[in-house]
């Protein structure tokens, strides 16, 4: 690169920058005293960077042959030292398995004492549907015109033979009795299209009863013998009255192996 001269021999100016000829014939404008004082700021950037390198070097010196690994292992072991005590890091370590030990024992003993309470609402809510269903259904062999007028048995043997066909359902905040036969409701006769009324369905129940004949009472009259059920030499009497007797043998009392007496 060289500068080029006019036809005179004096350097030729463009923009007040002397004009230098590249060897390929390009001719550019410099701004020289810029163009130095970039090259000495730049170099100066240089030699700053080459004596920071320098000195990283340095202190990586330090570390040569250091494990990382062992390394990271040892800055762990020291985060666990307790600053005051210096402990030593295999107790934190135990230290912390105690902590978690008696946290889980607190998360356990509190999933115990949730479970506890759990099962006796349950209990509670069990013990109140059965309260419930005995004063409803219960309640409906009691006081049933039907049995005591048309049957033999005591409410007490009607219920634990045929109580399990009523259920109690809660509709509209209001709790009704509702009678099943072989999973299908019990509608009324008297009232088409709606339920049973529970005397109804209870009627309606034993009149399917394939022993009925056995439990319901004969019209008075005819041979002048009270009830349906008439006494078999050397078979077994039981007192009317006796309800423990009646539901003990009810299938033989419907079988005629057992009798019942009138009085």
């Known amino acids: 690169m060289k500068l080029k001269l006019d036809e005179t021999g004096h350097v030729v100016v463009k923009d007040g920058f002397p004009v230098w000829v590249a060897d390929d014939g ?31 070097n340095a202190k990586l010196r330090l570390f040569d042959g250091l494990d990382p690994e ?11 030292l307790d600053a005051g005590k210096l402990l030593d890091a295999g107790k934190v370590d135990a230290l912390r398995a105690e902590i978690k030990k008696a946290y889980d024992g607190k998360v356990s003993d509190l999933e115990k004492a949730i479970a506890n ?73 008297a009232n088409p299209g709606t339920f049973a009324t529970p005397e109804e369905a209870l009627e309606d129940i034993i009149d399917k009863y394939p022993m009925k004949d056995r439990i319901l009472k004969t019209a008075p009259g005819g041979s002048g013998s009270q009830g349906n059920v008439s006494y078999v030499p ?30």
Request: glycine share 8%; no cysteine.
């Open 26 to 56: 390009k001719e550019l404008a410099y701004d020289v005293p810029k163009l130095v004082g970039d090259l000495s700021r730049v170099n100066a950037e240089s030699a700053g960077r080459r004596k920071e390198l320098d000195g990283l």
């Open 234 to 263: 050397g078979g077994k009497v039981i007192p009317k009255g006796d309800m423990s007797a009646f539901g003990a043998n009810l299938e033989a009392i419907a079988k005629g192996e057992v009798t019942v007496a009138a009085q």
């Open 117 to 189: 309470t759990q099962k006796e609402a349950a209990d509670k809510l069990a013990a109140r549907d059965a309260s419930i269903r005995n004063l409803l259904v219960k309640g409906i062999f009691d006081s049933s015109a039907f049995l005591k007028d048309k049957t033999v048995l005591p409410p007490d043997v009607a219920y634990a033979s045929f109580g399990r066909h009523f259920e109690v359902k809660e509709e509209n905040g209001e709790l009704k009795v509702l009678a099943t036969l072989n999973g299908q409701p019990i509608y009324s006769r």
């Open 70 to 80: 062992k390394a990271r292992s040892a800055l762990e072991t020291v985060a666990n």
